[in-house]
Protein backbone atom coordinates (compact mmCIF):
# COMPACT_ATOMS: atom_id res chain seq x y z
CA UNK A 1 0.00 0.00 0.00
CA UNK A 2 1.21 3.52 -0.91
CA UNK A 3 1.74 5.97 1.79
CA UNK A 4 -0.30 9.14 1.00
CA UNK A 5 0.68 12.13 3.37
CA UNK A 6 -2.00 14.35 4.69
CA UNK A 7 -2.71 18.04 3.86
CA UNK A 8 -5.37 20.03 5.28
CA UNK A 9 -6.47 23.37 3.11
CA UNK A 10 -8.88 25.57 3.96
CA UNK A 11 -10.72 28.06 2.17
CA UNK A 12 -10.58 25.60 -1.04
CA UNK A 13 -14.17 25.93 -2.31
CA UNK A 14 -12.76 28.34 -4.64
CA UNK A 15 -10.06 30.65 -6.20
CA UNK A 16 -6.28 29.66 -4.59
CA UNK A 17 -7.48 27.58 -2.08
CA UNK A 18 -9.09 25.50 -4.95
CA UNK A 19 -6.23 25.40 -6.87
CA UNK A 20 -3.83 24.50 -4.04
CA UNK A 21 -5.92 21.54 -3.36
CA UNK A 22 -6.30 20.14 -6.61
CA UNK A 23 -2.40 20.35 -6.85
CA UNK A 24 -1.89 18.38 -3.98
CA UNK A 25 -4.43 16.06 -5.16
CA UNK A 26 -2.38 15.12 -8.00
CA UNK A 27 0.87 15.21 -6.31
CA UNK A 28 -0.38 12.28 -4.40
CA UNK A 29 -2.15 14.09 -0.88
CA UNK A 30 -4.73 12.36 0.64
CA UNK A 31 -6.09 16.11 0.99
CA UNK A 32 -8.55 17.56 3.54
CA UNK A 33 -10.90 20.45 1.74
CA UNK A 34 -12.25 22.50 3.79
CA UNK A 35 -14.69 25.72 3.43
CA UNK A 36 -17.25 26.98 5.67
CA UNK A 37 -19.47 25.21 2.26
CA UNK A 38 -17.68 21.93 1.58
CA UNK A 39 -16.08 22.31 -1.56
CA UNK A 40 -16.65 20.07 -4.56
CA UNK A 41 -12.85 18.58 -4.86
CA UNK A 42 -12.70 15.46 -6.89
CA UNK A 43 -9.86 13.32 -4.95
CA UNK A 44 -10.31 15.16 -1.94
CA UNK A 45 -12.33 14.86 1.86
CA UNK A 46 -14.41 17.72 1.45
CA UNK A 47 -15.87 19.28 5.24
CA UNK A 48 -17.61 22.27 5.95
CA UNK A 49 -16.21 23.52 8.36
CA UNK A 50 -15.71 27.41 10.23
CA UNK A 51 -11.98 27.71 11.45
CA UNK A 52 -13.39 30.67 13.34
CA UNK A 53 -14.93 28.09 15.54
CA UNK A 54 -14.01 25.11 18.13
CA UNK A 55 -16.41 23.04 16.96
CA UNK A 56 -15.54 23.51 12.89
CA UNK A 57 -12.02 23.02 13.68
CA UNK A 58 -13.05 19.47 15.65
CA UNK A 59 -15.03 18.68 12.76
CA UNK A 60 -11.92 19.09 10.76
CA UNK A 61 -9.18 17.43 12.46
CA UNK A 62 -11.67 14.38 12.90
CA UNK A 63 -11.06 13.75 9.28
CA UNK A 64 -7.54 12.79 9.60
CA UNK A 65 -6.73 8.98 9.85
CA UNK A 66 -2.64 9.99 10.72
CA UNK A 67 -0.52 12.57 11.21
CA UNK A 68 -0.71 16.14 9.05
CA UNK A 69 2.38 16.57 6.63
CA UNK A 70 1.04 20.10 5.35
CA UNK A 71 -1.60 22.91 6.67
CA UNK A 72 -2.37 25.64 4.13
CA UNK A 73 -4.33 28.14 6.32
CA UNK A 74 -5.64 29.69 3.10
CA UNK A 75 -9.41 30.71 4.42
CA UNK A 76 -9.63 34.35 3.93
CA UNK A 77 -12.53 36.66 4.74
CA UNK A 78 -13.60 39.01 1.69
CA UNK A 79 -11.65 42.41 1.77
CA UNK A 80 -13.57 45.15 3.29
CA UNK A 81 -13.34 48.27 1.07
CA UNK A 82 -15.15 50.49 2.90
CA UNK A 83 -13.83 54.16 4.04
CA UNK A 84 -13.00 55.31 6.86
CA UNK A 85 -15.79 57.28 7.50
CA UNK A 86 -18.07 53.64 7.02
CA UNK A 87 -16.12 51.25 8.52
CA UNK A 88 -17.41 49.94 11.81
CA UNK A 89 -15.28 47.66 14.45
CA UNK A 90 -17.52 44.67 13.23
CA UNK A 91 -16.38 45.01 9.59
CA UNK A 92 -12.91 45.71 10.85
CA UNK A 93 -12.73 42.60 12.85
CA UNK A 94 -13.35 40.23 10.47
CA UNK A 95 -9.37 39.99 8.43
CA UNK A 96 -8.63 39.65 12.05
CA UNK A 97 -11.03 36.61 12.98
CA UNK A 98 -10.74 34.38 10.00
CA UNK A 99 -7.50 34.76 8.33
CA UNK A 100 -5.30 35.75 11.65
CA UNK A 101 -7.43 33.94 14.46
CA UNK A 102 -8.29 31.24 12.41
CA UNK A 103 -4.71 30.11 11.10
CA UNK A 104 -3.83 30.25 14.92
CA UNK A 105 -6.52 28.16 16.14
CA UNK A 106 -6.21 25.15 13.77
CA UNK A 107 -2.60 25.60 13.67
CA UNK A 108 -2.44 25.30 17.44
CA UNK A 109 -5.03 22.48 17.30
CA UNK A 110 -3.31 20.74 14.55
CA UNK A 111 0.49 20.94 16.10
CA UNK A 112 0.03 17.60 17.75
CA UNK A 113 -0.17 16.18 14.71
CA UNK A 114 2.55 17.74 12.66
CA UNK A 115 5.68 16.65 14.06
CA UNK A 116 7.99 16.42 10.81
CA UNK A 117 5.21 19.00 9.09
CA UNK A 118 4.97 21.94 7.44
CA UNK A 119 2.84 24.93 7.81
CA UNK A 120 1.74 27.44 4.81
CA UNK A 121 -0.03 30.52 5.90
CA UNK A 122 -1.13 32.10 2.52
CA UNK A 123 -1.00 36.21 2.95
CA UNK A 124 -2.68 38.80 0.78
CA UNK A 125 -1.48 42.64 0.34
CA UNK A 126 1.83 42.33 0.08
CA UNK A 127 1.92 41.43 3.90
CA UNK A 128 -0.14 44.27 5.15
CA UNK A 129 2.31 47.05 3.48
CA UNK A 130 0.46 49.17 1.08
CA UNK A 131 -1.04 51.89 2.66
CA UNK A 132 -4.29 53.62 1.34
CA UNK A 133 -8.20 53.33 1.41
CA UNK A 134 -8.58 50.16 -0.30
CA UNK A 135 -6.03 48.81 2.27
CA UNK A 136 -7.61 50.07 5.17
CA UNK A 137 -9.04 47.21 6.99
CA UNK A 138 -6.95 44.83 4.79
CA UNK A 139 -3.26 45.61 5.47
CA UNK A 140 -3.85 45.68 9.47
CA UNK A 141 -5.16 42.18 9.39
CA UNK A 142 -2.25 40.91 6.59
CA UNK A 143 0.23 42.64 8.84
CA UNK A 144 -0.56 40.60 11.97
CA UNK A 145 -0.89 36.88 9.82
CA UNK A 146 2.63 37.95 8.82
CA UNK A 147 3.81 38.93 12.34
CA UNK A 148 2.35 35.53 13.61
CA UNK A 149 3.60 33.29 10.58
CA UNK A 150 7.26 34.57 11.59
CA UNK A 151 6.62 33.83 15.43
CA UNK A 152 4.80 30.60 14.60
CA UNK A 153 8.52 29.89 12.32
CA UNK A 154 10.49 30.40 15.84
CA UNK A 155 8.25 28.67 18.02
CA UNK A 156 7.43 25.67 16.38
CA UNK A 157 11.01 24.87 14.66
CA UNK A 158 12.26 22.96 14.35
CA UNK A 159 9.77 19.98 14.49
CA UNK A 160 7.76 21.91 12.23
CA UNK A 161 8.62 24.22 9.31
CA UNK A 162 6.76 27.29 8.74
CA UNK A 163 6.27 29.46 5.78
CA UNK A 164 4.28 32.55 4.79
CA UNK A 165 3.75 32.78 0.79
CA UNK A 166 2.36 36.04 -0.43
CA UNK A 167 0.92 35.39 -3.96
CA UNK A 168 0.91 39.06 -6.79
CA UNK A 169 -2.85 39.82 -7.10
CA UNK A 170 -4.25 37.64 -9.53
CA UNK A 171 -7.93 37.35 -10.74
CA UNK A 172 -7.84 33.42 -10.14
CA UNK A 173 -8.01 34.16 -6.11
CA UNK A 174 -11.44 36.24 -4.60
CA UNK A 175 -9.57 39.04 -3.40
CA UNK A 176 -7.96 39.94 -6.20
CA UNK A 177 -11.20 39.98 -8.40
CA UNK A 178 -13.07 42.09 -5.54
CA UNK A 179 -9.64 44.22 -4.79
CA UNK A 180 -7.85 45.11 -7.92
CA UNK A 181 -10.93 47.58 -9.45
CA UNK A 182 -10.46 49.55 -6.18
CA UNK A 183 -6.75 49.53 -6.45
CA UNK A 184 -7.10 50.96 -10.21
CA UNK A 185 -5.60 47.12 -10.74
CA UNK A 186 -6.35 45.93 -15.18
CA UNK A 187 -4.79 42.27 -15.17
CA UNK A 188 -2.26 41.56 -18.42
CA UNK A 189 -1.96 38.32 -20.31
CA UNK A 190 0.16 36.88 -17.92
CA UNK A 191 -1.36 36.38 -14.42
CA UNK A 192 -0.48 34.34 -11.89
CA UNK A 193 -3.17 31.25 -11.70
CA UNK A 194 -4.59 29.13 -8.80
CA UNK A 195 -2.31 26.02 -9.83
CA UNK A 196 0.67 27.97 -9.74
CA UNK A 197 0.20 29.08 -6.49
CA UNK A 198 -0.64 25.43 -5.47
CA UNK A 199 2.99 24.59 -7.16
CA UNK A 200 4.59 26.81 -4.77
CA UNK A 201 2.87 25.14 -2.08
CA UNK A 202 4.31 22.06 -2.90
CA UNK A 203 7.89 24.03 -3.47
CA UNK A 204 7.66 24.85 -0.10
CA UNK A 205 7.41 21.39 1.63
CA UNK A 206 10.64 20.97 0.12
CA UNK A 207 12.11 23.75 1.72
CA UNK A 208 13.01 23.59 5.45
CA UNK A 209 14.27 27.42 5.97
CA UNK A 210 11.31 28.89 7.44
CA UNK A 211 10.73 31.93 5.29
CA UNK A 212 8.33 34.59 3.65
CA UNK A 213 7.97 33.79 0.39
CA UNK A 214 6.40 35.94 -2.91
CA UNK A 215 5.63 34.17 -6.03
CA UNK A 216 4.31 35.59 -9.36
CA UNK A 217 3.63 34.14 -13.18
CA UNK A 218 7.50 33.54 -13.07
CA UNK A 219 9.03 32.47 -9.90
CA UNK A 220 8.61 31.87 -5.98
CA UNK A 221 11.52 34.09 -4.45
CA UNK A 222 12.06 34.39 -1.13
CA UNK A 223 11.26 37.87 0.21
CA UNK A 224 12.87 37.17 4.32
CA UNK A 225 14.42 34.27 6.05
CA UNK A 226 13.01 33.50 9.42
CA UNK A 227 15.93 33.84 12.16
CA UNK A 228 15.84 31.34 14.72
CA UNK A 229 16.40 32.03 18.37
CA UNK A 230 16.73 35.62 17.98
Known amino acids: MTFSPTAIVTGASRGLGRGIALQLVAAGYTVIAAARTAPEIDGAVNVAADVTTEAGIAALLRERSA ?28 GFEVDVFGALALTQAAAPYLDGGTVVNVISAKGGTPAGPAHLSVSPSQSALTALTRNLAVIMAPQVTVHGLMPALTPAGGTGVIAAPALGVTFGDVTLTAEQVGDAVLALTEEREPGIWFVDANQLSMVTSVPIGV
Open 67 to 94: GIALLVNNAAAPPVLDSLEDLTPERFRL
